[in-house]
């Protein structure tokens, strides 16, 4: 396997721990806005020092800084709020099926952007992934309002973007500090929103949440963006929900459907054919 698709499939293994770390803060009573705050916190903490200790450079960059704060409001201020307030107003599955939408602007945000081909198989992957998305999600109830519809599309754009001012960003910089900038400016912002004071039992799974899909799923994700393109790597990145749920049957025990099963087999086979077809393919730099 090319290694740029190996760290987008690892990247987003980590993300599909998310939800079972979130499942146990929330047990605590931590409010969105304030996990947010300290999963991005405590994630800048570990990167920093990371950065520091084994790269021997310093985290923080003068250049490029209205960049910088562009792609912490959009990738992660304006991405979180919007999937988390969609969450609200409607549900999680809706929310999660609209997310997860990002695949079909990043193919065409790479076409306009990168001028990435949109090749028969990367077409016939998409339609794969967003039928095994619709199955992973379960009984979605589409009885929601426009501004939710609204704000759940917004999201799956969002998180598009995300991708696409990453692979900018990795061009004349370093992922990892490409990445603590992003964090760095998105932190300024989720601050007003947060309450900051947690329980300590929870923090254990802050940590976690910040190590595993924030820290090492982010860093994974913008190296594999300096090999991958942005629309193949959307289109793999789509494990994350079969990851998910995976996670929770083991841990929770939620129940595991055939329907779900089958949406799992779709996203992977799709991830599968996006990689056989990109093979020997050259990257447009």
Request: aromatic share 16%; charged share 10%.
């Amino acid at each position: 396997m090319k290694r740029g698709y190996l760290l987008v499939f690892l990247a987003a293994s980590m993300w599909g721990t998310l939800g079972i770390f979130a499942t146990y803060i929330y047990r605590y009573g931590v409010d969105p806005f304030t996990m947010v705050f300290w999963r991005v916190f405590l994630a800048l903490l570990m990167l920093g020092s990371y950065i520091v200790l084994f790269l021997r450079e310093s985290p923080f960059t003068g250049r490029r800084l209205p960049f910088y704060a562009a792609y912490g409001l959009v990738g992660v201020f304006a991405f979180y709020t919007l999937y988390f307030y969609t969450v609200k107003i409607s549900s999680v599955g809706f929310a999660v099926l609209l997310l997860y939408t990002a695949p079909a602007f990043s193919v065409i945000l790479g076409r306009l952007i990168f001028g990435e081909p949109v090749t028969p198989e990367k077409a016939i992957a998409l339609v794969m992934v967003l039928a095994g998305v619709a199955l992973v999600a379960g009984n979605v109830d589409f009885r929601v309002s426009p501004l939710a519809l609204v704000t759940g599309i917004a999201t799956g754009f969002t998180y598009s973007l995300y991708g696409v001012l990453a692979k900018f960003g990795v061009r004349n910089e370093r992922p990892e500090r490409v990445l603590f900038m992003t964090l760095f400016f998105g932190l300024i912002y989720l601050a007003p929103f947060s309450r900051f004071s947690v329980p300590s039992g929870a923090v254990p799974y802050l940590l976690g949440l910040a190590f595993f899909p924030t820290f090492l799923g982010y860093v994974l994700y913008n190296h594999a963006l300096k090999e991958v393109e942005v629309s193949r790597a959307s289109i793999i990145a789509t494990v994350e929900p079969v990851v998910a749920i995976v996670l929770a049957y083991v841990l929770f025990g939620e129940k595991l459907t055939r329907m779900q099963i089958v949406g799992a087999v779709l996203i992977i086979g799709a991830s599968l054919l996006v990689h056989a077809s990109g093979k020997g393919g050259q990257m447009k730099k």
